[in-house]
């Protein structure tokens, strides 16, 4: 089911600052996402890997910890998603993984961090931002103890209850550790927003000329 009819990707605070000085003004901004930033703990999501629950992981293990983990801690708030990758070649498990309602007509946002660690510079995390199965977002973790903040924003073709997926695309065994924080869907409640020109038929992502840098923040370990 063919459910996004355009896509803009950006990875820099830049883009997001030039599009909020461009538009006129919306209503209340309404936040779909459970526990993106995981400061409820182990909940409101689900995943093919093993949750360790609070555990530190282990191979093919996610685990929402308040923590250092190989350097790394929360983007923000006290808590994260901490993933340990697998191995296992053509798996491509999903990493996170949470139902959303949409309205079809209507254009979402979506946003996260993505970290990486000091365990090993390579493989580094990737994953492939999926919605209803159909990959909008690719992404990964920088090679080092620190997160990129990574968005897109797309408008739904179809109402209906959609999966929102995080699949893991790296692979390798001595590596591929990584955090996840602050996942964020949200849609603006209210008229006044320019509006959303559909692609045609088969259009791919269109990537915008304002999204060239990666907007990256260090962090100490703890």
């Known amino acids: ?17 030039a599009v909020m000085a461009g538009s006129a003004s919306y209503g209340a901004t309404i936040e779909l996402v459970t526990n ?4 409820d703990g182990n909940t409101g999501f689900s995943t093919d890997f093993t949750n ?19 350097g790394i801690t929360a983007n923000s708030g006290s808590s994260f998603l ?17 139902d959303i309602a949409v309205v079809a007509g209507t254009d979402y946002t979506l946003s996260f961090a993505l970290g990486g660690t000091s365990a090993a510079p390579l493989p580094v995390g990737e994953v492939s931002v999926q919605f209803d199965g159909l990959e909008i977002l690719t992404a990964a973790a920088p090679a080092g103890a620190s997160y990129l903040s990574f968005g ?23 590596g591929n550790d990584y955090a996840l924080d602050d996942i964020s869907l949200t849609f603006d409640d209210g008229a006044g927003g320019p509006a959303t020109v559909p692609l045609p038929a088969g ?14 923040r260090r962090r ?3």
């Open 82 to 98: 901490a993933v340990n990758g697998g191995q296992v070649p053509g798996a491509n498990p999903s990493v996170w993984n949470q």
């Open 203 to 216: 259009g791919v992502l269109l990537l915008s000329a304002l999204g060239l840098g990666a907007l990256t």
């Open 152 to 174: 897109t924003s797309f408008t739904a073709a179809s109402t209906g209850t959609f999966s929102l997926s995080f699949v893991e695309t790296s692979l390798g065994f001595g």
């Open 220 to 222: 100490k370990a703890a």
């Open 36 to 39: 993106g930033g995981f400061e």
């Open 52 to 70: 360790a629950n609070g555990g530190f992981p282990g191979l093919a293990t996610v685990s929402v910890l308040s923590t250092n983990y190989y």
């Open 1 to 17: 089911m063919d459910i996004l009819k355009q896509k803009h990707l950006w990875c820099s605070a830049a883009f997001v600052a």
